[in-house]
């Protein structure tokens, strides 16, 4: 007896030759077929459903961190609309070939960094870099305008203060003052000070290593009472 296809297979049948014809996100949740196997795959109650709510949801300008799918309590549906990213921030709106596939395999490799995360939240922060970082360099701008989308994302932000060896007290600096010490740490440890850099499979390898075994450090000097482990910015 053949096995019931997963959540993200029914997903992937439902929707891979309907996205290039969505052209409003009114279409995709009013195709009910597909927009039901969205809600399952991104674990969304059908009951607890508000059209208004999920169409408002997508049509936010993804880009801001205030918009309204990034300000809502239900995390689950601002991934899903991360995810369709029917307004990315003003892009033009096209979902290339196996977009479908694409978001069930990073449903399950987020699903999988959260069981990673019960047990290691390091290792979580870890599994999640390279996807946190290529949406840095896929933004585009300058390097600063990089390191300052570092500054503002709380998962890069806390990796890159844990590799770099900056103390809790970093944060209290001036955002410009962040960004050169980042800059001059980045090119001491890794030979560059440019973030895309770090996506190189060998940069990124040993920016996680390099993360893991410091932040392993830092737990165990703040459990022997250091309120600032391993390094001092300021003398």
């Known amino acids: 007896m053949a096995s ?9 049948n439902e929707v891979g030759g ?3 014809g969505y052209e409003q996100p009114q279409q995709f949740v009013f195709d009910f077929d597909a927009f039901e196997a969205g809600l399952d795959v991104f674990n969304i109650s059908e009951r607890e459903l508000d059209f208004d709510v999920m169409i408002k949801a997508f049509e936010s300008d993804l880009s801001s961190e205030i918009s309204y799918a990034n300000l809502h309590r239900d995390p689950n549906l601002k991934a899903m609309a991360h995810a369709f ?3 990315p921030g003003g892009s033009d709106h096209t979902y290339p ?3 479908a596939q694409e978001i069930a395999d990073l449903y399950k490799d987020r699903n999988f960094e959260i069981a990673i995360g019960e047990s290691d939240p390091n290792m979580r ?3 999640s870099l390279e996807r946190e970082l290529q949406s840095i360099a896929d933004a585009g701008g300058s390097e600063d305008a990089h390191w300052f989308g570092i500054i503002g994302s ?29 800059k001059e740490r980045a090119q001491t440890s890794f030979g560059t000070t440019h973030p895309a850099d770090l996506l190189e499979t060998e940069k990124l390898d040993e ?10 450090l830092n737990s165990d000097q703040a459990a022997n009472g250091f309120s600032d482990p391993i390094f001092t910015l300021f003398q």
């Open 18 to 20: 309907k996205l290039a």
């Open 125 to 127: 922060l870890a599994l």
């Open 97 to 99: 070939a196996g977009f």
């Open 85 to 87: 990213a029917f307004n």
């Open 4 to 12: 019931a296809p997963s959540r993200m297979q029914v997903l992937a």
């Open 207 to 216: 920016f996680r290593n390099r993360f893991l075994l410091l932040s392993g």
């Open 154 to 182: 709380p998962p890069l932000k806390s990796m890159f203060e844990t590799a770099l060896g900056l103390p809790a007290s970093f944060g209290q600096l001036d955002v410009d003052r962040q960004v050169n010490e980042m």
